[in-house]
């Protein structure tokens, strides 16, 4: 693992508060979104939503579905892992988290103009460790939320939009190391649910042109350890083809991060690791070739962060999909995240405080169109 380079540097008590400013930064790179819900979306940098290859559609613009004439799932499992580096006034600690995320998605048309989805997918998500800072326990907080998504969607004439009502269903996680006479883990965990909704619109301008766009609205619940206040999200999408097997995608989401976020009970976040100082901004660009029986995939999506230091986090894409015959497609994907570094530096530019981190994800996906 990358190790940041270590300086000798007296503390001194002004630094702190712009410790704990940098320190935050970590969490808080990319927001709480976790937009690779399936690997055809994640090659395509999740920008395909005015255009469905499969059932995925529905967690970029499920108005799109309109898209698919026959009934369709596709099931996806992304491995993603996500290391953090921090130098600490001249030591270092390192942290990696890696986990598994399935999701999986339905959609079907059920007349000519009535269509229904469903769709299971991590909406939301963080696992991150921090080191002990003074008198504060080192500690790991793991919030995920899961949407069970429904949509009705009607399709007019080039025009479909979409409904979609979410049960959000949150696990949670809080370990400390407490330290006093002597150390002792304390962990606490749970379940707990609320709901949200989005409305969405697709329109085919023209056999090379389309353009979407889903509005995801905020919500909040909670229970005696945990609140979630999860923000809108607005998403807009085109896909243009300048050639028969070349499909260019786009897309543009505005996130209202500021003040929202996650909230422990018993968890102090005094570096404010879960909860925005400010909306964010996706840009989100990528290339569908199709060839034979293969699609080819790039993309590029860049986040902005959510907290006061700003900065911009890079995600570089690749992926493939394969179709087998008319029922069976499986696709892949691999995701390499170049993060905003932060820091807090002295007047000499020597570094004092130094967060770096690195992610990796792979996804495979299984399409079955009946």
């Known amino acids: 693992m990358h190790k940041i380079k270590q300086h000798s540097n007296k503390v001194t008590p002004f630094v702190f508060p712009f410790f704990l400013s940098a320190l935050?930064?970590?969490?808080?790179?990319?927001?709480?979104?976790?937009?690779?819900?399936?690997?055809?979306?994640?090659?395509?940098?999740?920008?395909?939503?005015?255009?469905?290859?499969?059932?995925?559609?529905?967690?970029?613009?499920?108005?799109?579905?309109?898209?698919?004439?026959?009934?369709?799932?596709?099931?996806?499992?992304?491995?993603y892992q996500v290391s953090t580096d921090y130098y600490l006034f001249g030591s270092e600690t390192d942290y990696?988290?890696?986990?598994?995320?399935?999701?999986?998605?339905?959609?079907?048309?059920?007349?000519?103009?009535?269509?229904?989805?469903?769709?299971?997918?991590?909406?939301?998500?963080?696992?991150?460790?921090?080191?002990?800072?003074?008198?504060?326990?080192?500690?790991?907080?793991?919030?995920?939320?899961?949407?069970?998504?429904?949509?009705?969607?009607?399709?007019w004439n080039d025009v479909s939009i979409g409904l979609t009502v979410e049960s959000l269903q949150s696990q949670y996680l809080l370990e400390q190391e407490v330290c006093t006479i002597r150390c002792r883990d304390n962990k606490i965990e749970g379940t707990t649910s609320g709901w949200s909704g989005a409305i969405s619109a697709t329109w085919q301008a023209s056999p090379t042109f389309a353009i979407a766009a889903t509005h995801r609205l905020a919500s909040q619940y909670s229970d005696a350890n945990i609140e979630f206040d999860l923000p809108d999200i607005t998403s807009l999408y085109t896909t243009w083809s300048p050639l028969k097997n070349l499909d260019w995608h786009t897309s543009y989401s505005y996130t209202q991060w500021q003040g929202k976020g996650i909230r422990y009970t018993d968890y102090n976040?005094?570096?404010?690791?879960?909860?925005?100082?400010?909306?964010?901004?996706?840009?989100?660009?990528?290339?569908?070739?199709?060839?034979?029986?293969?699609?080819?995939?790039?993309?590029?999506?860049?986040?902005?962060?959510?907290?006061?230091?700003?900065?911009?986090?890079i995600r570089y894409r690749v992926g493939a999909g394969y179709q087998f015959n008319t029922n069976w497609r499986t696709d892949i994907s691999f995701v390499f995240e170049d993060y905003a570094r932060k820091e807090y530096n002295t007047s000499a530019g020597d570094a004092l405080v130094a967060v770096q981190n690195e992610g990796f994800a792979a996804g495979l996906g299984l399409t079955y169109t009946f």
């Open 24 to 79: 935050s930064l970590s969490a808080q790179a990319t927001g709480l979104n976790f937009w690779e819900s399936s690997s055809s979306n994640s090659a395509l940098a999740s920008a395909n939503g005015a255009k469905a290859s499969d059932a995925s559609v529905l967690a970029l613009a499920p108005s799109s579905i309109t898209q698919l004439d026959n009934p369709t799932v596709t099931a996806n499992v992304t491995y």
């Open 269 to 313: 976040d005094v570096i404010g690791l879960l909860v925005g100082a400010s909306d964010s901004q996706r840009f989100a660009t990528s290339l569908n070739y199709h060839i034979a029986s293969w699609d080819l995939r790039v993309g590029l999506s860049l986040d902005e962060a959510i907290d006061a230091f700003g900065g911009n986090d």
């Open 96 to 155: 990696k988290q890696a986990d598994p995320i399935p999701a999986g998605f339905f959609s079907m048309p059920v007349s000519d103009n009535w269509y229904l989805g469903l769709a299971i997918y991590s909406r939301t998500a963080a696992d991150i460790s921090v080191p002990q800072i003074v008198l504060s326990p080192e500690t790991r907080v793991r919030p995920i939320t899961v949407s069970i998504a429904p949509t009705l969607a009607y399709r």
